[in-house]
């Protein structure tokens, strides 16, 4: 059976929302009814008048912010996050062919909120190499190009509406709080801490986000603190959302969640490694470049992630969720979601193959077929122990799973992964036992198939 058609199969006999997207939940814990608010979060774009080489005639193609937005749109979103780094090279152009973007996917209405912050190449963009030097060497001209000469004005121009170093916006009753990169941190800081939450009434605390283009430092995540129920998204690193160890607390408090990149080049760096495996993760240039967001959707007692990729589309997984209120352990601690994530595994009767390559440099080759018998728990990598005659000592590899960052069901070669090994790092001898087992991003294993190779 394809595994696109073992994941049909799965989605129809396990139940789906949303799509085809899993819900990961504690147990005893599930979401009913309506969300109060949903909106879409993505980052880093990167849109850019030139490809490499300062070749002015090209452009790198708006179509994975354009998939990412109707997305949204079919979801009816009340917001759009952007995390920041939308022009590339820092200038006004490269910002107007998201305006068009944007206006084209929502021409008619309802238009969502927009929840933007500048990331560094927004604001530093010209400092990147030569480019723009080389491009406009006369400096009023050049001027004339680059956001950072007139942030405000282009903002407002762009977006049509005023550019505020730290904003604070209210959509349907939650809060957001937004800070550009370059703008000091006491600014936001000092905007949450003279911030008064609504009470509400209720027992369980109303969330309200918190949005910069990186990873806030101890300092802002403190400043957050002094509320109970902030959230922090943050972008920069290009890192995949299928990885489950983006999701971080702060002092068991404070959930600060990476979101991935959603530009044309895709977000091929994962992240992490060291904590699923010991051995070192082959393929890492072979891994497939996935264009990644959320959905999220608040309700009245949690706040549910889906993760989704807006190449080839689909879903990239089980939900993230995380119920309010007080929560011990919290929902997101590592144990927690090891007992969420589950072990992914081999279905009936799979089989390794082995292969002898009489190469240049003469190898084995591991031909692994897809493990995800359980659909909650989708395989990251797999785990490889070559064990040779007795006495020898062993070798340990491991490989990502292939279209680990694509949605689930577009995987290449339908989930079939490949590992080659150079017959001079086998243990000495001619019979060797290969044993391989399947891993999630947070470490936790499946049963291992086994075959042995004369």
């Known amino acids: 059976m394809k595994r696109r058609d073992f994941i049909k199969g799965t989605l129809g006999a396990f139940g789906s929302f949303f799509c085809g997207g899993l819900i990961a939940a504690p147990p005893g ?22 490809v490499w080489g300062n070749n002015p005639g090209a452009n790198w193609p708006t179509k994975y912010f354009a998939a990412a ?4 749109k079919a979801q009816n979103v009340d917001a759009v996050v952007h995390c920041g780094d939308l022009a590339h090279r820092g200038q006004v152009r490269e910002l107007e062919f998201h305006g068009a973007v944007w206006r084209r996917v929502f021409a008619g209405g309802p238009e969502p909120v927009k929840l933007f912050v500048a990331g560094n190449h927004d604001v530093d963009g010209a400092k990147y190499g030569d480019f723009v030097r080389n491009r406009y060497p006369d400096e009023t001209e050049r001027a004339k190009h680059v956001l950072a000469t007139d942030m405000p004005g282009h903002w407002q121009r762009i977006w049509g509406e005023k550019y505020e170093p730290v904003w604070h916006k209210e959509v349907k009753g939650y809060h957001f709080f937004g800070r550009h990169w370059g703008v000091e941190e006491a600014d936001a800081i000092r905007t949450l801490g003279s911030w008064t939450p609504p009470s509400g009434g209720s027992e369980v605390p109303r969330p309200f986000f918190y949005i910069q283009h990186r990873r806030p430092s101890a300092a802002v995540r403190r400043g957050l603190l002094r509320h109970t129920g902030g959230v922090a998204f943050f972008g920069h690193n290009h890192w995949s959302v299928t990885n489950w160890n983006i999701l971080s607390l702060y002092n068991g408090r404070l959930p600060v969640i990476q979101c991935a990149s959603c530009e044309p080049r895709g977000c091929a760096a994962l992240v992490g490694d060291t904590w699923i495996t010991k051995a070192k993760i082959e393929g890492r240039e072979q891994t497939s470049r996935g264009r990644q967001g959320y959905v999220v959707r608040v309700y009245d007692d949690m706040l549910v992630l889906e993760r989704r990729e807006f190449g080839a ?14 929560t011990n352990p919290h929902p997101f601690v590592r144990s927690e979601l090891q007992k969420v994530i589950g072990e992914p595994q ?25 493990a995800d018998a359980n659909p909650d728990s989708r395989v990251y990598a797999y785990e490889v122990t070559v064990q040779g005659p007795e006495g020898t000592k062993p070798l340990c590899k491991a490989v990502y799973a292939a279209g680990v960052n694509l949605g689930m069901g577009h995987e290449p070669n339908d989930g079939v992964t490949e590992l080659l090994i150079p017959k001079s790092e086998l243990p000495r ?12 991003s947070l470490g936790t294993a499946g049963k291992a198939v086994e075959v042995s190779e004369e």
């Open 29 to 50: 814990w599930k979401h009913e009814g309506t969300p109060n608010l949903v909106f879409g979060v993505i980052s880093d774009t990167h849109l850019r008048t030139t």
């Open 69 to 72: 937005l109707e997305y949204f």
């Open 346 to 370: 081999f279905r009936d009767g799979a089989k390794i193959a082995v292969e002898n390559l009489d190469a240049e440099v003469p190898a084995v080759k591991l031909t692994i077929p897809p």
């Open 313 to 326: 589309g689909g879903s990239l997984g089980s939900d993230w969720i995380m119920p309010f209120g007080k």
């Open 429 to 440: 001898g001619t019979a060797h036992t290969f044993t391989v087992r399947p891993l999630t």
